[in-house]
């Protein structure tokens, strides 16, 4: 897949930040917009509508968990993915944000390798729709996971997550890889044991009860997602 003309909008008040990452990308073939305030930030996004935002946590007067409240606001963004700048010790500030509705994070300091392997495999799962995931537990709990694809077919899935499931249990996956009208049951076959370098544990999904008609047009549309 061509990533040569994906927008990537960075929001930091650390220039420095800035002029590495924004090299780093356009390196990799993105077309980045660069913001030192969250309000600078949401103009530009609202006059180019990125593929991906990605903004600092800990900025001053208005920080990225505000940036995250106020983008669910804004019609034009509010499904934009997004991720955050953050330090290893900052783990209850990651899961705020996540909660907020970030889909993933950096570390800092920076790993080049690392940061565009995340930012691709996003921008590949975007393409489809970053998958949701909801685990229906009795009595009425229903918990929703956002995961990215690993591997893919008319079988089974393989995806990234940052939650660990629980191997046996059934979920329904949405994804706009399916028709509306179509809904898939899957069953967690398999779960590693340790996150991998990205913090995410590799899951597979095994389809229930998905008709041969469905199966072909999951196939097609694998296809044309590649």
């Known amino acids: 897949m061509a990533f040569s003309k994906k927008n990537i909008l960075i929001i930091d008040d650390d220039e420095d930040i800035l002029i590495q990452v924004k090299r780093i990308l356009e390196g990799a073939g993105f077309d980045c917009l660069t913001a030192m305030s969250v309000k600078e930030g949401i103009k530009l996004a609202l006059y180019n509508i990125p593929d991906l935002i990605i903004t600092d946590l800990s900025m001053p007067e208005i920080d990225g968990f505000v940036f995250l409240k106020k983008k669910k606001l804004i019609s034009q963004i509010k499904d934009i993915p997004v991720f955050v700048f953050s330090a290893r010790s900052d783990k209850k500030d990651l899961h705020e944000a996540m909660a907020l509705g970030a889909l993933d994070y950096l570390l800092k300091p920076l790993k080049a390798s690392w940061m565009l392997q995340k930012i691709r495999k996003c921008l590949m799962a975007s393409k489809s729709e970053t998958l949701i995931y909801k685990f229906q537990e009795p009595p009425s709990v229903s918990i929703q996971v956002k995961g990215e694809i690993d591997r893919i077919n008319n079988q089974f ?19 706009l890889l399916l028709d509306e009208n179509v809904k898939i049951l899957g069953r967690v076959e398999s779960i590693s044991s340790t996150k991998n370098e990205e913090g995410e544990y590799l899951t597979k999904i095994k389809y229930m009860g998905l008709s041969e008609v469905n199966k072909n047009k999951l196939s097609e549309k694998i296809r044309k997602w590649r």
Request: glycine letters at 10%; a positive charge; aromatic letters at 6%.
């Open 157 to 175: 899935m393989m995806f990234g997550s940052c939650l660990k499931l629980i191997k046996g249990k059934t979920v329904k996956i949405e994804s």
